[in-house]
Antibody, heavy 122, light 110 residues
Framework: QVQLQESGPGLVKPSETLSLTCTVS??????????WSWIRQPPGKGLEWLGY???????NYNPSLKSRVTISVDTSKNHFSLKLRSVTAADTAVYHC??????????????WGQGTLVTVSS | QSALTQPASVSGSPGQSITISCTGT?????????VSWYQHHPGKAPKLMIY???NRPSGISNRFSGSKSGNTASLTISGLQAEDEADYYC??????????FGGGTKLTVL
């Protein structure tokens, strides 16, 4: 069972870049059919998918955030990262890393991190 | 992309059955059998309850079941228990190879 743990600053200033890392244990970021993802939940709101990076390095992002989001993977450290640029108060949320398992016959969120609260404030 | 549509809240008494709907379009829910459901207690990691419309992961009670008709998927919980009280989210693969969530449904066990 893959386990995920988010880490990074809990407070970011407006207009700056939010950076988070997700450490993977019990599995490899190079595993076929796995897509390493970030999902967030603003206070009082629902879950929002931000994007993913595949085992082969292909990325796909939520169209509403595409211009500000970058997801990357470091196979040597077995972790993946999120960068969200030019943040505003609307980016305040609990950020979860998650593993999407997608094959030709199946697709679902297989593992989740517990989440980390990031507040955007000066 | 707009969120899938779920009722904001549902409620039921212990022992009763409830159904949560998840409505999308032919580009997501209606176009693929890749709808999944998650139970979420705030402060914890969401838990997979149903995947690929109607499959239960190992360890999930058979009180939880899923189905789909057209652009609407449904999660049914039978024999409601107090421990079922949580937020529930649906998720679907889309024709753009992206993923989308529903707005979430708060289940209250009366």
């Amino acid at each position: 069972q893959v386990q995920l743990q988010e880490s990074g600053p809990g407070l970011v200033k407006p207009s700056e870049t939010l950076s988070l890392t997700c450490t993977v244990s019990g599995g490899s970021v190079s595993s076929v059919s796995y897509y390493w993802s970030w999902i967030r939940q603003p206070p009082g709101k629902g879950l929002e998918w931000l994007g993913y990076i595949s085992y082969s390095g292909t990325t796909n992002y939520n169209p509403s955030l595409k211009s500000r989001v970058t997801i990357s993977v470091d196979t040597s450290k077995n972790h993946f990262s999120l960068k969200l640029r030019s943040v505003t108060a609307a980016d305040t949320a609990v950020y979860h890393c998650a593993t999407l398992y997608c094959s030709r016959t199946s697709c679902y969120w297989a593992s989740w991190g517990q989440g980390t609260l990031v507040t955007v404030s000066s | 992309q707009s969120a899938l549509t779920q009722p904001a809240s549902v409620s039921g008494s212990p022992g009763q059955s409830i159904t949560i709907s998840c409505t999308g379009t032919s580009s997501d829910v209606g176009g693929y059998n890749y709808v999944s459901w998650y139970q979420h207690h705030p402060g914890k990691a969401p838990k997979l309850m149903i995947y690929d419309v109607a499959n239960r992961p190992s360890g999930i009670s058979n009180r939880f079941s899923g189905s789909k008709s057209g652009n609407t998927a449904s999660l049914t919980i039978s024999g409601l228990q107090a421990e079922d009280e949580a937020d529930y989210y649906c998720s679907s693969y889309t024709s753009s190879s992206t993923m989308i969530f529903g707005g979430g449904t708060k289940l209250t066990v009366l």
